[in-house]
């Protein structure tokens, strides 16, 4: 009740602000090529905050009606051109004159994705939408952390943002938890292929990846909360991230970055970015990324370098060819990490810089990836997008995994393993989009397909630890001595077994956006599914050929052309991964269903410079798979898992993101998540939240322009108290604190100062999948600074 309450309350702040009656008059003028003052027909011209809306004709003329007089920030976006922004005010009779000079700077694809930045920390659509609509037009949350933000973050990895994004938390290694549910597979450029590796519907440990994805090369984020199945098929119900890498841009820069911190980081990155010709039809980028450090676990480091390259040809002004290529090289010494041991409270059992792994122990991750896109702009706004992606992978692992404490509490058991994973992945989408009108009902129409292909390798072998018979010794909890001969171990090329997966998943998609009349709105989508597996578990053959077909419908209310009210219901899927069908893995299972019904409000006020969200959402899932601790049948397996019921998480989010005053921007955030297991084959975890899960979450970003050339921010983040139910072991609530100073020292020259966990708080990010496995801790307090130089030229 006291949860309805304060929705109730939530909602009139968002949808209820102040709206005058006046006389409506008209706002009219041209749009005309920064470059060459040609008019440009086909622009989108929209007075922020309210829903006036025009498009220019042949000679760049536009006309905009019915709007109230008053002071206006004006968007106007087209394929080939950056966004514009102006500034009018309108007065109470007469017309409002305005001509619009477009600058060359974004692809066809990219106007797809940003109409228009209003505040350093608001967008106001989302590539992963597959439509151009406004975030207030679609009927669910959907969060979106800009370049500003990131950068101000200071943000090296995707663990650097989960505070930042209404009901997501940290999860072991690659992993996530959105809406109660542990999310793994993420999106590049609305596309899979995740540079970092995954195996597509994994729900284990063989294929989801311990090497943490890297920021250096995405200029945004995007989490479209809920079932996501309509467009990108088989997910994880609580929602899909999908990550936009960094684009050529018109115009001469160089970015230059060289920093230091705790624990001996040392990094560097250099960016490079223009027209190769004078008419910038063809632009370019280069971009290299270097970085080393040690970790606060000993004996652990870290070394990555990146480098990528990015090529785009506008060959007519309506379309454009792309093309991306990525290398990353990553080596982690002292690596795979586990947890630090705990007991059931979740105490720290030993020195938070404990690990099992031996100096020689090591993760290694190669990768290349390659990716073309081709934009086309037809006639009344019609618009196709056609990528195609690329990737070949390599981790290679050699570690000393913990299997236990002995008996007299001093020492951990260890057995030793040494893996091999690759994988080799295409992927191809196309999507087109019409506008389309039908009497007084307006659409905007999504539809396309996908095949996806991925070869994937798992080759392993294990020496067991001395207690089961094999040679491998434990090590001291306390004051632990390293320097093990793994070649002791005696693992020879007999002892190496491989698992394979062909996977081949195609889907075909319809998505259509509808406008009745100025206040209503609804989305109905509906997408097929197929996918064939073929595997192979040692000598076992495996093989599944099954079908989905998944839909969403959703409700749009707008009282005033900055607010709206929403719901939505949708349907989702997950199939399990090819290895986990095996025998030894307690297979085969059917696929995890998930429903999801969401309420909410979103509001664009101060003319669209804050934005805010409030959802309500209640998401079901059945046949819930989760890793099987015992690994299997054999205790060998580590695909294994077990279907276990039913899971029901719901719960409250809360976004406030934007400008307070011109020299004050926030990002905000709250989620209250209600977890439940309604039905699990082990009787004691019914009732028990799914893991990871933490009913308050809390994050907290600002950033104050105290002059021109200086700013403070603060970030805080509390995260409540967490359980992992099939481990039997918890982790206690924290709060930690950031704090951040930015000073420009000349036009081309900025200092950025980042202290983290400035009280030094020790706690854990999660709980890791059994007892012996342990709490992950958290960073403690660093110091990092770093010297950014930028130079710009037209």
Known sequence: MVLLRLAAVAALLVVCPAVALAQSVTVSGTVRAERDKRPVEGAVVTLAGTSAEATSDAEGRFTLTGVVPGAYTVVVTRGGFAPATN?????????AALDVLLPDGLLVSETLTVQGRLSDYVETSAMATRSSARLIDMPQAIAVLPARLLEDIGALDTKDLYRHISGVVD???????????????????????????????????????TSQFRLTNVERVEVLKGPASVLYGPGEPGGVINYVTKKPKDTFQVRA??????????????????????????????????????????????????????????????????AEYEFLDQEMGGHRLRGVPVNAAGTFLTDVRWSATEPTDFTTLKAHVAQLRWDQAFARGIRLDSTLRYLQYDREEEYHEPRGITAD???????FREQLRTNDDISWNTTLSIPWTTGRVKHDIALGGDVYRQDHLFRSATALQRSRGGPVGNVALVNPVYGVNVASYGLTAAAFGDDTADIMRSGVFVQDLMAFGAKWKMLVGGRADRYVDDGTNRAVVLSADQSAVTGRVGLVFQPTPQTSLFGSVANGFQRPAILAQAPSANGPHDPEKALQFEVGAKGDLAQGRLQTTLALFRGRKTNVLRPDPAQGPTGLNVNAVFATGEVVNQGLEVDVAGQITPRWNVAFNYAYIDSEITRDTVASIVGKPMPNVAPHLLGLFTRVDVTKSSSLAFSLQHVGDREEPFAGIRAAAYTIADAHVYQTITPWLRVQVRLENMFDTKYATSSLFAARAGNFPGQPRTLSVQLVSSFSRR
Request: charged fraction near 20%; hydrophobic fraction near 35%.
């Open 87 to 95: 500034e009018v005010t309108v007065a109470a009779s007469g017309t």
């Open 409 to 415: 509490g001093l020492f951990m058991q260890r057995e």
């Open 171 to 209: 999860s072991p290694y690659s992993s996530t938890v959105v809406r109660g549910f542990t999310q793994r597979e993420v999106l590049v450029n609305g596309m899979r292929g995740n540079p970092f590796g995954s195996l597509e519907g994994d729900v284990a440990a063989s294929g989801f990846s």
């Open 257 to 322: 970055v060289t920093g230091t911190a705790r624990f001996n980081q040392r990094l560097g990155e250099i960016d490079v970015t223009g027209p190769a010709n004078a008419s910038r039809t063809v632009l370019y980028r280069a971009a290299a990324y270097y970085e080393e450090r040690d970790h606060f676990r000993r004996p652990a480091s870290e070394q990555n370098l990146h480098l990528t390259t990015g090529l785009t040809w506008r060959v007519t002004p309506k379309a454009a060819l792309s």
